[in-house]
């Protein structure tokens, strides 16, 4: 049973969902078109189930670090950091939940949260910068045919972008766009035809049972 | 009940497709056709790169990447989880250490009901710990900040990377480099592939990252599965030859018919 339920659940929850949107008007002996179906019984237990896998990871954030903590491991200070701002932003958002009237705890709260979180991925995504300056130079090393063409094209679309490759040769963005339009478009479409169809196989492998590994077993 | 007016024809490939590909699937398990995959270097690497880790003494971190179990992108996340089976496997049979951090809460429980399976059917329960598979946060950047921190703090021998990847993908396929890492990573989010190949040893190109399960198992309703995307496939390229050609004539039949 520990199989067979959660495979019914799949099959008859897939299946409803995959006809919502296809379909219109009520289902016979039901009376309820399908998009009713998800959105007033299924919908609100995807959340129920997202709250209580919210709840699992906290649990289980929270127990890892309160190892480090009490076994001192390296680094373990920001086992204490992370603990803390965790303890921190759930007492304050129980607090702004349970006085909604207090508009300045309100205020308070989505000001911690913006001018801490909002800052530090900021400079997350800026690291990505540098991070394609290194990459690219890895991959643009001409060690082998599939290399040189990548980086032959590679120079030709960024001169091509630039304001300077116009001004060297008027030939640059023509060639710059013809690259993006035909070689690269052609690629793209294909592993988008292709990833498309292989999510499809995939979906379809789960609703019939027949893909099991994200249960624990084959 | 009747089909929505422009999903008729989408309504109709559905059960095509659905139907090809059962058939195919029960015409494989039968014996009556046996696919044969093509060699995929990046899946056939990742037993090297466990082994590389097990002889440094090193970790091996494995992502889903950061799609949830719901949406067009779930499949990416369910075929993460069936590599993810596979390197567990490795780990065990190896003793290699696996770190799996996840950003989806909802992921959280699949992976370590995954993990934990894996360990126990090669007889190995003992090697799963708490903190074997982590949640870090369900921000994407303080998620890849809590992935860079695992690398440099543990310096793993090997960073396997499977499933949708946003904006993180080179962060974290970088991070993985400049510790030392061997790489694998897929995806079938387009606009990413491009990183993945320029910072990791081997890399899944979109519908790769599906056919692994099928690669690593070697189960016929998979392999059948497989080979019923490559039917799939003939017809659409078929249609698009009709269309180019039809559309070159001045003749719309096509679109007409697609648009139903």
């Given amino acids: ?3 067979e339920i ?14 919502a949107p296809l379909t219109a008007g ?30 699992l990871a906290s649990v289980n954030l929270l127990r890892i670090h309160a190892n480090s903590i009490s076994r001192k491991r390296a680094g373990w200070y920001n086992s204490v950091a992370l603990v803390f701002a965790l303890a921190f932003f759930f007492v304050y958002r129980t607090a702004v939940e349970l006085l909604p009237a207090n508009k300045a705890l309100a205020a308070g709260y989505a000001n911690y949260f913006n001018n801490i979180l909002s800052p530090l991925s900021a400079a997350m995504f800026a690291v990505l910068a540098f991070y394609i300056a290194s990459a690219s130079y890895r991959a643009f090393r001409a060690r082998s045919l599939e290399a040189t063409v990548l980086l032959v094209a590679a120079v030709l679309v960024m001169i091509g972008a630039a304001p300077i490759g116009a001004e060297i040769w008027d030939q640059f963005p023509v060639i710059q766009r013809w690259l993006l339009a035909v070689p690269n478009m052609v690629g ?30 084959e | 009940m009747s089909i929505v007016k422009g999903n008729l024809f989408g309504f109709y490939a559905l059960i095509v497709c659905s139907l090809l590909i059962v058939a195919v699937i029960r015409a494989t398990k039968a014996g009556k056709f046996t696919p044969v995959l093509r060699r995929i270097a990046g899946l056939e690497a990742i037993e090297e790169s466990i082994g590389r880790a097990t002889e440094m003494g090193k970790p091996i971190h494995f992502s889903p990447g950061i799609a949830d179990i719901t949406g067009s992108d779930a499949p990416q996340t369910f075929a993460a989880l069936e590599v993810l089976a596979y390197v567990t496997g490795l780990s065990a049979k190896y003793d290699a250490d696996l770190i799996v951090t996840i950003r989806i809460p909802n992921v959280l429980p699949l992976a370590q009901e995954v993990v934990q399976q894996g360990y126990m059917a090669a007889g190995k329960a003992d090697m799963y710990k708490e903190d074997t598979v982590r949640f870090l946060s369900n921000e994407q950047f303080a998620y890849i900040a809590g992935v860079l921190g695992i690398f440099a703090r543990q310096k793993v021998a090997a960073n396997i990377m499977i499933g949708g990847f946003w904006a993180e993908s080179l962060l974290m396929a970088e991070g993985g480099a400049q510790a030392g890492a061997i790489q694998v990573a897929g995806t079938a989010n387009m606009h990413q592939i491009p990183f993945f190949v320029a910072a990791c040893d081997y890399t899944l190109i979109g519908e790769e990252i599906y056919a692994a399960g099928a690669y690593l198992s070697q189960d016929k309703n998979k392999l059948g599965s497989i080979a019923a995307q490559d039917y799939i496939k003939l017809a659409l390229i078929a249609m698009v030859f009709v269309g180019a050609a039809m559309a070159t004539s001045g003749s719309q039949w096509l679109v007409k018919v697609m648009s139903k």
Wanted: hydrophobic content about 55%.
């Fill in chain 1, 188 to 217: 793209q479409r294909s592993i988008i035809i292709g990833a498309a169809i292989g999510g499809f196989a995939t979906s379809l492998r789960i609703l019939l049972g027949l893909e099991r590994g994200h249960l624990g077993g």
């Fill in chain 1, 1 to 3: 049973m520990r199989r």
């Fill in chain 1, 6 to 19: 959660p495979f019914i659940i799949t099959l008859v929850v897939g299946l409803v969902f995959l006809l």
């Fill in chain 1, 26 to 55: 009520n289902i016979p002996l039901v009376g309820q078109p399908f998009s009713f179906i998800t959105a007033t019984y299924f919908s609100p237990w995807t959340t129920i189930v997202a709250a209580f896998a919210t709840g």
